[in-house]
């Protein structure tokens, strides 16, 4: 994911960039703040459902070595 995170954020920022140098959009600073706030609850979300996923197999491993 963090690979991912390192060419899209980024390409994505540049994207943003040519476009407010075009006039294409108006990019602003509320703008350039919804995407890392995106982007923080898009990383945020991975790491709970990457801990749930964790947690369930940590649970299931328990019970099967107790059993």
């Known amino acids: 994911m963090y690979t991912i995170f390192f060419f899209t954020i980024p390409a994505y920022m540049l994207r943003l960039k040519q476009r407010s140098l075009l006039r294409i959009q108006d990019v602003s600073i509320g703008t ?6 995106t982007y923080n609850l898009i990383r945020t ?3 709970h459902l990457r801990s749930a996923q964790l947690q369930r197999r ?3 491993s328990v019970v ?3 059993a």
């Open 32 to 37: 350039m703040w919804a995407a890392f706030s």
């Open 45 to 47: 979300s991975i790491w």
């Open 64 to 66: 099967v070595s107790t």
């Open 58 to 60: 940590t649970e299931r």
